[in-house]
């Protein structure tokens, strides 16, 4: 069985194309412009959706969306290290949140998830620190996510302590389940021209586990896996593969593009393309 995963750029003349390839086989689609292409020269079966089937995706949809809606208003606190806090009021505005002085000279800066992710291009660059680094030679930031304000303070302090680590022009965004991604004062650069030491840094994962994933991605030929496919191939847990795929997936090195039962009674299997 050969499938298809929808994706945005999904047309119906790349959908034909691909049920064309293989000879001669049986083909099932959603799509009436699919059905009607191949009807003449394939046995080919259109599945409509039922009333019942709209309403269950509808409710899905509006669930999402409510979840996102959550996500995006999660409490983002940035503690910040500056020798001159010239512009930081004025980043502080861009990002939509308010600062105050914290404990030791360390600015906090309070926000929330959705303006932090739209101003690091989705959690992968944070262009104030090239701004800041105008007037200070030192600019490091630690940003924690958290569901509370206390979660969200601790997370920061774990981001700042990474980013004084790394030196003195540093930033670090620290997520739940210890993960951590280091935030470039530049957008990132094409994934093929990446370093792969410099994602392994952003993304806290080792060179070699990247080159596995990187041969995992050539031998699928650039299709999506799942995450039980990745485990496997890397000799890990099924959580643990959850969890590099989540940082990459912040990182912008992966993205979600659907998921698959798997034939029992556990949660579906989610398929990862690796853009790395």
Known sequence: ?????????????????????????????????????LRDDMHVLRLAPSVHSVRVALRQLLLTAEGQAQEDAQIALGLIEVDSEEGLLREAAALGGTLAAFRGGTH????????????????????????LTVT?????????????????????????????????????????????IVLESVGATPAGEQNLSVIARRVGLSVPTLEKLLEAREAAGGEPLTTREIAE??????????????????????????????GTSGRPLTLYRLTL
């Not at 932090?116 to 090239?130: E, I, K, Q, Y």
């Not at 030192?138 to 680590?165: D, P, T």
């Open 108 to 131: 906090l800066l309070v926000t929330t998830r959705g303006p932090l992710a739209d101003a690091t291009g989705g959690f992968s660059c944070l262009p104030m620190l090239s701004r």
């Open 233 to 262: 191939r890397l000799a890990v847990q099924q959580r643990t593969a959850r969890r590099m795929l989540h940082r990459l997936e912040l990182a912008g090195l992966a993205e979600r593009t659907g998921n698959l039962t798997s």
């Open 136 to 180: 200070s030679q030192v600019v490091r930031v630690g940003f924690g996510l958290g569901r509370s304000a206390a979660e969200a303070e601790s997370l920061a302090r774990r981001a700042l302590a990474r980013a004084r680590r790394i030196g003195d022009v540093a930033a670090v965004l620290s997520l739940r389940a210890d993960t951590d």
């Open 1 to 37: 069985m050969r499938t298809l995963p929808y994706r945005p750029e999904m047309t119906s003349k790349k959908a034909v194309s691909f049920h064309r390839r293989g000879g001669d086989h049986a083909v099932i689609t959603c799509l009436s412009s699919v059905h009607e292409a």
